[in-house]
């Protein structure tokens, strides 16, 4: 019976132990993300700013997520689905499959904005000439 015990507490101290590691390995893989994350904050803002379709009243969340006291917070969220988390994502997924910069992401968008001044429907019209 000494010997189950035994086992009993080990396995318990095991689990103990595994429960710690998973919080500490989940914190460090936010905190990786996070750092990854930082250098497409000014490309994701950029990307919304030229290519958000919703109306920023009632679709678009963009203008609601701030926090005062930490501003980081909407970019660091845990909220995956917010407005932020989702332009990031996107712009991260475009430099992986194109191999681009953020940098050079960046580069486009600002030409995207200088063509739109000449018209500034130019991403419809482009589109259309897509199809």
Same mark, same amino acid.
């Given at each position: 019976?000494?010997?189950?015990?035994?086992?009993?507490?080990?396995?318990? +101290?095991?689990? *103990?132990?595994?429960?710690?590691? /998973?919080?500490? #390995?989940?914190?460090? %893989? &936010?905190?990786?993300?996070?750092?990854?994350?930082?250098?497409?904050?000014?490309?994701?803002?950029?990307?919304?700013?030229?290519?958000?379709?919703?109306?920023?009243?009632?679709?678009?969340?963009?203008?609601?997520?701030?926090?005062?006291?930490?501003?980081?917070?909407?970019? +660091?969220?845990? *909220?995956?689905?917010?407005?932020? /988390?989702?332009? #990031?994502?996107?712009? %991260? &997924?475009?430099?992986?499959?194109?191999?681009?910069?953020?940098?050079?992401?960046?580069?486009?968008?600002?030409?995207?904005?200088?063509?739109?001044?000449?018209?500034?429907?130019?991403?419809?019209?482009?589109?259309?000439?897509?199809?």
């Amino acid at each position: 019976m000494d010997q189950t015990m035994k086992i009993k507490e080990e396995l318990s +101290e095991i689990a *103990d132990r595994t429960k710690k590691l /998973q919080k500490k #390995l989940r914190l460090a %893989e &936010k905190d990786e993300r996070i750092e990854r994350q930082r250098k497409f904050r000014p490309v994701a803002e950029k990307a919304h700013d030229l290519l958000c379709a919703y109306n920023h009243t009632d679709k678009c969340g963009w203008g609601y997520e701030t926090n005062r006291e930490n501003p980081d917070a909407a970019w +660091e969220g845990n *909220d995956e689905y917010g407005p932020r /988390q989702s332009w #990031l994502k996107r712009c %991260e &997924k475009v430099s992986e499959e194109f191999k681009i910069s953020p940098e050079e992401l960046m580069e486009l968008l600002d030409a995207f904005e200088e063509a739109k001044k000449i018209n500034p429907r130019l991403f419809t019209i482009l589109l259309k000439l897509r199809q």
